[in-house]
């Protein structure tokens, strides 16, 4: 079962001007082949059906704690693809063609279908699939694949860095260079513990250092990088068997961190869109209906 904390992993900054090109970029790494959507669902349905797990206990630790912290992952890429995409409409009366500067820009369906909010697809706006999830059943093989998604994703977070500068976008993308840096990291250590070769001397793919980036240099001069967080009050303890000793690029000790990131924001909380009559089209009136249901508890 999950615990579910209404806080985003790192703060986003406020939404300024609407870049619905930029949102559609993102998409990608939220829906695409190698999105935070898929190593979610491949991570967790590999720990889902891991047989044995008693006996490689680490190794299961492992897999599922880092399918948990994906949750936060897909949360925090919505809320930078709503951050995008407030203020985009062109007005509140909706007899008025609000929508009507959006054609041509971004995903149709994001202001047809969801009402300026993130979707379940790629940057063409094509849905998610779930043949994209790799499940062998051999741990040697599913932690190469996972190798594989979290450097595949890295490349696509690095081509979308370069498609925009807008300051929601670079804040989400800094934090996740590190934190998918660790996965990548995580899953060659794991696979040099089983089989001795050394997979962590591939890294970093492509060959640019996260402190490269400056919104990832404010997360590795914290040390984040050298921090696995784990996300429950009891399990998955054993991941410290496979997440010690020092970080290959510059030596930042490994450690396993217990509870939430220290980076961690607040809750998302987009604004209400009158235009695509989001939350309803007299909020004012949900506003006061949902304050009645509060006195009363």
Do not use: C
């Given at each position: 079962?999950?615990?579910?904390?209404?806080r985003?992993?790192?703060?986003?900054?406020?939404?300024?001007?609407?870049?619905?090109?930029?949102?559609?970029?993102?998409?990608?790494?939220?829906?695409g082949?190698?999105?935070?959507?898929?190593?979610?669902?491949?991570?967790?349905?590999?720990?889902f059906?891991?047989?044995?797990?008693?006996?490689?206990?680490?190794?299961y630790?492992?897999?599922?704690?880092?399918a948990?912290?994906?949750?936060g992952?897909?949360?925090?890429?919505?809320?930078?693809?709503?951050?995008?995409?407030?203020?985009?409409?062109?007005?509140?009366?909706?007899?008025?063609?609000?929508?009507?500067?959006?054609?041509?820009?971004?995903?149709?369906?994001?202001?047809?279908?969801?009402?300026?909010?993130?979707?379940?697809?790629?940057?063409?706006?094509?849905?998610?699939?779930?043949?994209?999830?790799?499940?062998?059943?051999?741990?040697v093989?599913?932690?190469?694949?996972?190798f594989?998604?979290?450097?595949?994703?890295?490349?696509?977070?690095?081509?979308?860095?370069?498609?925009?500068?807008?300051?929601?976008?670079?804040?989400?993308?800094?934090?996740?260079f590190?934190r998918?840096?660790?996965?990548?990291?995580?899953?060659?250590?794991?696979?040099?513990?089983?089989?001795?070769?050394?997979?962590?001397k591939?890294?970093?793919?492509?060959?640019?250092?996260d402190?490269?980036?400056?919104?990832a240099?404010?997360?590795?001069?914290?040390?984040?990088?050298?921090?696995?967080?784990?996300?429950?009050p009891?399990?998955f303890?054993?991941?410290?068997?496979?997440?010690?000793?020092?970080?290959?690029?510059?030596?930042?000790?490994?450690?396993?961190?217990?509870?939430?990131p220290?980076?961690?924001?607040?809750?998302?909380d987009?604004?209400?869109?009158?235009?695509?009559s989001?939350?309803?089209?007299?909020?004012?009136?949900?506003?006061?209906?949902?304050?009645?249901?509060?006195?009363?508890?």
């Open positions: 079962m999950y615990l579910r904390v209404d985003l992993q790192v703060e986003l900054p406020m939404p300024s001007e609407p870049d619905p090109d930029a949102a559609a970029n993102v998409q990608e790494l939220l829906g082949r190698f999105g935070e959507m898929s190593t979610l669902m491949n991570y967790t349905y590999q720990s059906n891991f047989r044995g797990r008693k006996k490689v206990k680490p190794f630790d492992l897999i599922a704690n880092i948990t912290e994906e949750l992952h897909i949360e925090l890429v919505a809320a930078t693809i709503n951050g995008l995409l407030t203020g985009a409409s062109g007005g509140e009366e909706v007899t008025d063609a609000p929508l009507k500067g959006l054609k041509g820009k971004g995903i149709p369906h994001h202001y047809i279908n969801s009402g300026l909010g993130a979707l379940a697809t790629n940057s063409l706006g094509k849905g998610w699939n779930g043949e994209y999830v790799f499940n062998s059943g051999d741990l093989l599913d932690l190469l694949h996972n594989f998604l979290e450097n595949g994703a890295r490349m696509a977070k690095i081509r979308v860095y370069e498609s925009t500068d807008h300051p929601i976008a670079r804040q989400m993308l800094g934090y996740l590190v998918g840096g660790v996965h990548a990291l995580a899953y060659a250590k794991a696979l040099e513990e089983l089989t001795g070769v050394d997979v962590k591939m890294l970093p793919i492509p060959k640019i250092p402190s490269a980036f400056k919104e240099k404010q997360f590795t001069d914290k040390g984040m990088h050298g921090k696995l967080y784990r996300f429950s009891d399990d303890k054993d991941i410290s068997a496979i997440w010690s000793g020092e970080h290959p690029i510059d030596g930042t000790p490994l450690e396993v961190v217990d509870g939430l220290e980076s961690a924001g607040g809750p998302a987009p604004p209400e869109d009158k235009a695509v989001s939350p309803g089209l007299h909020p004012e009136e949900l506003q006061e209906i949902a304050q009645r249901l509060i006195s009363r508890m």
